[in-house]
């Protein structure tokens, strides 16, 4: 009996974009994928530096071959747009402009749309599933009739992998991206897939990246990845690696919503990269799953202390949240400075509800992360009590979320910091508590340099922020 599914493993060694190009161009063929109307490329762009983020994003090669070939593919076009949304709050067009991506897009006569700078609108949300009624998307994804998913392969340290489902992220802006981005971010990611479907998807996985999703470590896995269902590519992807597609759980909630299938029994696998070969070569990619009092304390100056938390479905870790926050982090430290874990002043880090005494030492500072986290007891003789403020997704109102502005997120840290600079302790509130301001506050307690103010960064970034800040004013007047 045919299956209904078919995803294409394909070699590709090099970033040669004309190479990328004919096999995308195979690709679209052989699945029947004709790109028409308003089409739109989201990349994974979540990060992007030469010489920092060297590994993080959809390669400007691999953008250009896919441009080439959906533009000889492409039937009655009314648009083709790139667009995005990058992560920690830093301006996309920043991070479009160190992927080198900019000359490309012009190269080819092509619309970006910096998400952070579009209209926001409503979308209603009719899964029965769904963590809440409406979320908040820009208008270029709602209005789009054929998106083309470019995720980069990477392995994730809160999910397990970053493939098509979970590049869905990077479709919200700041304001909403992090709600629900906690102990529910997997239940997240399977309502974003409410509001489109790609038509199309191809993996930059020509390096891959393992273990951090901002700072990888390269993987040289030699392959593009194609399909038309997200969950299809997802499995393949999973047996790529020998990840069981039931442990990357967001694929698990999809597949169960009906978006598509979880299983090989239902997929075919084609293309001239077998699919035991792959595993055989990925028999040693690296990820990160564990915990962070696990994967720090034998390593670095940074203990940690991990409670429970407050949902039944996760209530021995919060994989969304702050404790992979904070491992997002220490790694952008290490890619700054790569000392950084043994040169930092010792701190304490703590997490979820903890009872009973904390093994607090007289050289470390103490941070108590998140709004669920809570204990009770003595620092330096002195009583502390540290009240949970968690709330559940009902209790959240996506429409009254704050703005996560990145200027704002750059003054509040210090101020805090000031504020207790005669304490040796400090609640960090969020749900979660971001990776910068992770970064802020161990750069601060720790007496490491700051990422948010090193030079190579600094000015391009605030440029790009003002830009976008005018462009986001001026786009609310435009239809
Ligand atoms: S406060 Fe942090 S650790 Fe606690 S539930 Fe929220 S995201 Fe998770």
């Not at 739109?40 to 896919?66: Q, S, W, Y």
């Not at 720090?296 to 203990?303: D, V, Y």
């Not at 502390?384 to 996506?398: H, L, N």
Request: hydrophobic share 35%; proline share 5%; charged share 25%.
């Amino acid at each position: 009996m045919g299956k209904d599914h078919k995803v294409l493993i394909m070699r590709c060694d090099s970033y040669d974009p004309d190479r990328i190009k004919d096999i995308v161009k195979e690709g679209m063929q052989e699945l029947g994928v004709k790109p028409s109307g308003r089409i739109l490329l989201k990349p994974n762009v979540v990060m992007a530096h030469p010489e920092i983020f060297p590994h993080a994003f959809t390669r400007t090669e691999f953008l250009d071959g896919v441009i080439a070939a959906t533009k000889e593919c492409a039937e009655d076009v009314d648009e083709i747009a790139v667009g995005e949304r990058s992560g920690i709050t830093v301006p996309t067009r920043y991070n479009f402009k160190m992927a080198g991506y900019p000359e490309i897009i012009k190269k080819h006569g092509l619309k970006t749309y910096y998400f952070d700078e579009c209209k926001q609108v409503p979308y209603q949300l009719k899964k029965s599933e769904a963590l809440r009624d409406n979320m908040f998307f820009p208008e270029p994804i709602v209005n789009c009739d054929f998106l083309i998913n470019l995720p980069k392969f990477k392995a994730h340290p809160w999910t397990r992998l970053t493939l098509s489902l979970k590049n869905f992220i990077g479709i919200q802006d700041d304001r909403h991206r992090l709600v629900d981005h906690n102990l529910f971010l997997e239940h997240k990611i399977a309502d974003l897939q409410e509001v489109v479907q790609p038509r199309f998807i191809a993996i930059d996985a020509i390096t891959a990246g393992q273990k951090m999703m901002l700072t990888p470590t390269p993987f040289d896995m030699g392959a593009i990845v194609m399909g038309t269902n997200s969950c299809a590519v997802d499995t393949v992807g999973c047996h790529m690696v020998n990840v069981e597609p039931k442990d990357l759980i967001h694929l698990k909630l999809t597949s169960e919503r009906g978006y598509g299938p979880m299983s090989l029994d239902e997929i075919e696998v084609g293309g001239d990269f077998p699919l035991e070969e792959m595993q055989a070569k990925t028999k040693d990619f690296e990820f990160c799953m564990e915990h962070v009092d696990n994967y720090f304390n034998e390593t670095s100056n940074l203990r940690c202390t991990v409670g429970t938390f407050p949902e039944k479905h996760s209530a021995d870790y919060c994989w969304g949240g702050c404790p992979g926050a904070l491992q997002e982090a220490m790694h952008i430290f290490k890619g700054y400075y790569p000392g950084a874990y043994q040169d930092m002043k010792k701190i304490h880090y703590v997490v979820g509800q903890v009872n009973g005494e904390l093994d607090i030492r007289d050289d470390e500072q103490v941070i108590f992360a998140g709004n669920c986290t809570s204990w009770e007891g003595k620092i330096d003789g002195n009583d502390v009590k540290i009240e949970s403020s968690y709330k559940s997704p009902a209790e959240v109102d996506e429409k009254r979320t704050c703005g996560n502005d990145m200027i704002k997120k750059n003054l509040l840290p210090p101020v805090h910091l000031i504020k207790n600079r005669n304490s040796r302790h400090i609640h960090v509130k969020g749900c979660p508590v971001s990776v910068g301001d992770h970064v802020h506050y161990v750069s601060g307690l720790g007496k490491l340099g700051n990422p948010n103010y090193d030079t190579r960064t600094l000015s391009g970034v605030n440029i790009a922020y003002w830009q976008m800040r005018a462009k986001r004013f001026l786009n609310q007047f435009t239809t």
